[in-house]
């Protein structure tokens, strides 16, 4: 019985890196929706996301299980715990992903991002795989250590973030009031998949060490 | 020791009545700041988020006692399970907020929002209070019935979104891009917050049936 039991709780495990793996995915080709105005790629990632939610109610179904089974105390109620909130966030990656690739099909044939912007957002896309990646790698080595380094790695995002708005204000912006709207809101999401890679690595301290790293900022 | 226990879990129940009611407050006041540029308003929710994050984190410490200490299993396992993913709407809800105040925060002494646009947010605002307000009697009254009205209710919200962002996209908006930006973001902060509201009420029902209401969208 105990042996089925921890093969459980690492299926958990399993599940939940799983899960970075098709958030990766799933902000890679929606971030070549945005900028190559590929539909097909939109398409996908909406239709992927299915996925993603099914793997989180898996994950939340398991979790009861588990605890209406096996009672478990202390570390392992923790670890159970901690992976029904780190699968949330990662099914909100998933959305966000989504929210993305529905401004690219919206924009079809036109891309919702203009020329001089486009290396920012790649590199937003690129920090975004980057920090899901991380995560996927904190979760699946339970490595508390390298899960704090998230945090800074996330403040990248964040100057990118803020450096697309300043674009948009300075002088000379000519794109028109949808373009200002799309990239406002694909900033804000790209931001978001970021802080919640944050609160996945942020979970995972608390998992293995029971200690919080800080006030968890869990705006969303 | 079973008092104490059903005492336990009827606490839960109270603290998150609680939180809806600091999170109608909040977003209320943030209304206030955002159309009236009250900064006053504006400073009040976002040093009153403090609260709701405190009640969202004494329902996480608090259910995991009650887990590790008393293993329940079936209907109370859920109604411990369920308040911890309300908890974790309305800590959002009171986020959402904190975004609102924070835009009236820095378009201070000016309104983020131009004239013809004040009776749609304020009608948002509106909405959004309804919407918690009926979230904190369904989970006070575990009534399972009404929480099912709330999705249709949030329906109102999604439309008064897409009417606001129709308003910008029309022919004459002139309110140039910050404007633009600040609009575009406020009205996707009240639709979240109302998704949220949505999510509480879903959670409800799972609750008190243990069948969930439909494929809960856990859009953030």
Redesign the interface.
Known sequence: MRDTYHEDLDALTERLVEMTRLARHAIARATTALLDADLSAAQEVISGDAEI?RL?EEIDNS??DL??RQ?P??QD??TI?TS??MS?DL??MG?HA??IAKIARRRHPDSAIPKELRSIVLEMGHQAELLVIKAGDVVFNRDAETALELDADDDRMDRLRRKL?ER??RQG?EHG??A??DV??AG?FYE?FGDHAVHVADHLVYMVTGERPK?ID???
């Open positions: 939610n989180n979790a009861f605890m209406a009672q105390v202390a109620l923790r715990i029904l909130h949330g099914e909100r959305d989504v929210h708005l948009i204000l912006w009031v949808e200002t709207m406002t809101l804000r978001r006030d869990t705006d969303a």
